[in-house]
């Protein structure tokens, strides 16, 4: 497998299944390690920075849990590939800066990766479809420990795994469930979720769309706290509040349904009318649009479409995506032309 | 569920925000500690210069200014001085957590609301640090058995080193 098969293959977590897949669009689990005899990357020099790839290339080579993986080198690929696994979310933003000595490991499906040298040495992640907090944790700990066999990791009995940011010192975990709320968002009651959240160690932002502005109703909660709890206890916190918000949602859905059925149906209507004969469409629309139609299936209003579709539409209709399926550069307009020809491609409103 | 800043005992029951330049601020208080700091508030003008004011009060200050010579500031592993850590946001390297532990965790405290590690345990570090420290406790133990000329006690001891060493023998061995 290279990464030109990874660009021709979907990515696992929009399959569109799993738990709670009508409003839990995926669930990520990572963990941040580092070498214990190399400092962090940010503060390492480049001959540092380089034996710490190739050990961990090294390592990862003889591992069981890696074979079937691509290694990608970051500084040999072009600028829209790397903006391009940004978009898939196998890596941060931060990871396609300063390229040198910087790899990333992708597995089967997309389910798995691995940043090197990312803030810190390792960050491991998977990504699943639907609420699948404790098996994502079962795979990545599993992972973990196979590689703590060979691997010194820096770590201390008071603070746990050491890590360049404090905010991810002891567990090095953070896990993230994107949920799709419009009923909350509709309603105002998103505030609330806000508040209540921001009180139980855990942490809400918008996941698309500039800033930490929420655009399409899609937000992501995590963890924010990363010490003094077990693994087991902060993901459980985590799968409590969650399973909490779902039920918030789903209940604000049947009031909608119940009381404001007329207004929802226009808005959904409305929305997929626009979806499917838009000419040039911006992807701050297409994701407020998709967010709309994707309610509407959930709501059974809409049954000529499947999610999968629409999952696609929203990874396909990011930047680097659209201009590597279209195999060249593309400005923000010709973007805008061609992310509406794709949809209409997907969802068959016509030429 | 989150313990206050300031006295680090009571609950949290204020809770502030701060928007600088992109850069958000909280500060957490228990009623108590937010009625004492409000008056200081008024004369601050945000919550970051509450913020290092309460910092004056933690040791990083004593670090930089009032702890005797010699004393650590900079981690002797990577050469990173607790101030640049201040300016930078992120650590140089593991060590930095041993030169710097009284500062950082009151900073980790602050963040996580504790400062101990509760969850799974890397295989190599937390075997090793443990033993090595029983190790020195045991051979602290031994000598004064050996001064005090308690012979049959020194023997036990010195049988539990023996045995202790060679549990790390093996570990080494086998690459834990």
């Not at chain 1, 930490?212 to 077990?230: D, K, Y």
């Amino acid at each position: 497998m290279d990464f030109n098969d990874l660009v021709n293959r979907k990515s696992e977590w929009l399959r569109g299944d799993g738990p709670r897949s009508d409003i839990v669009m995926s669930t990520r689990v990572r963990l941040a390690r580092n070498l214990d005899e190399y400092p962090f990357f940010g503060w390492a020099d480049n001959e540092h920075r380089k034996k710490v790839l190739e050990k961990l290339i090294s390592v990862f080579n003889d591992n069981e849990l890696l074979k079937d993986t691509v290694l990608i080198r970051i500084k040999d690929i072009s600028e829209i590939d790397r903006e391009f696994l940004v978009e898939r979310h196998l890596m941060s933003q931060e990871h396609a800066m300063d390229v040198q000595q910087k790899g990333l490991i992708v597995g089967d499906g997309e389910k798995l990766s691995i940043m090197i040298n990312e803030e810190d040495h390792l960050r491991m992640q998977i990504l699943q479809s639907g609420l699948n907090i404790s098996e994502a944790w079962k795979i990545i700990d599993a992972l973990d420990t196979s590689l703590g066999e060979v691997l010194t990791y820096a770590y201390s009995n008071r603070f746990g795994y050491l890590t360049a940011c404090p905010t991810n010192t002891g567990t090095g975990l953070r896990a993230s469930v994107m949920l799709h709320l419009p009923a909350l968002a509709m309603t105002g009651q998103i505030e609330k979720v806000y508040e209540a959240i921001s009180k139980l160690g855990l942490t809400i932002r918008g996941f698309y769309g500039e800033g930490s502005e929420a655009s399409g109703n899609f937000f992501q909660i995590s963890n924010q706290v990363a010490l003094g709890h077990s693994e087991v206890d902060i993901l459980d916190n985590l799968e409590r509040v969650i399973t909490k918000t779902i039920a918030r949602e789903e209940h604000t859905r049947d009031y909608l349904m119940d009381k404001k059925k007329r207004e929802t149906q226009d808005g959904i209507f409305r929305s997929y009318g626009t979806l499917k004969s838009a000419r040039i469409i911006t992807s701050r629309e297409t994701i407020k649009l998709l967010s709309a139609v994707r309610l509407g299936l959930n709501l059974g209003l809409i049954s000529d479409i499947d999610v999968v579709s629409l999952n696609d539409i929203l990874l396909l209709m990011h930047p680097a995506h659209l201009q590597k399926s279209n195999s060249k550069q593309l400005s923000s307009h010709e973007r805008d032309i061609k992310r509406a020809d794709m949809i209409r491609k997907k969802i068959g409103g016509g030429n | 569920m989150k313990k206050c800043d300031v006295c680090g005992i009571r609950e949290a029951a204020v809770h502030l925000t701060e928007v600088v330049n992109d850069k958000v601020t909280k500060l957490h208080l228990c009623e108590q500690c937010a009625k004492e700091k409000s008056e200081e508030m008024q004369s601050h003008f945000g919550l970051t210069d509450l913020i290092s004011g309460l910092m004056d009060f933690g040791p990083q200050q004593m670090a930089e200014e009032e702890l005797p010579r010699g004393s650590v500031t900079t981690c002797g592993s990577c050469g990173m001085t607790y101030s640049e850590f201040q300016k930078y946001g992120k650590l140089g390297c593991g060590k930095c957590y041993e030169a710097f532990e009284d500062q950082l965790s009151v900073l980790l405290r602050n963040i996580h609301g504790s400062d101990r590690h509760v969850g799974k345990m890397a295989f190599k570090g937390a075997c090793a640090m443990p033993e090595q420290e029983k190790m020195k406790a045991l051979r602290e133990e031994l000598e004064t058995f050996i001064r005090a000329e308690e012979f049959e006690k020194a023997a036990v001891v010195r049988d539990r080193i023996k045995e202790l060493e060679e549990k790390v023998d093996r570990q080494e061995k086998n690459g834990f």
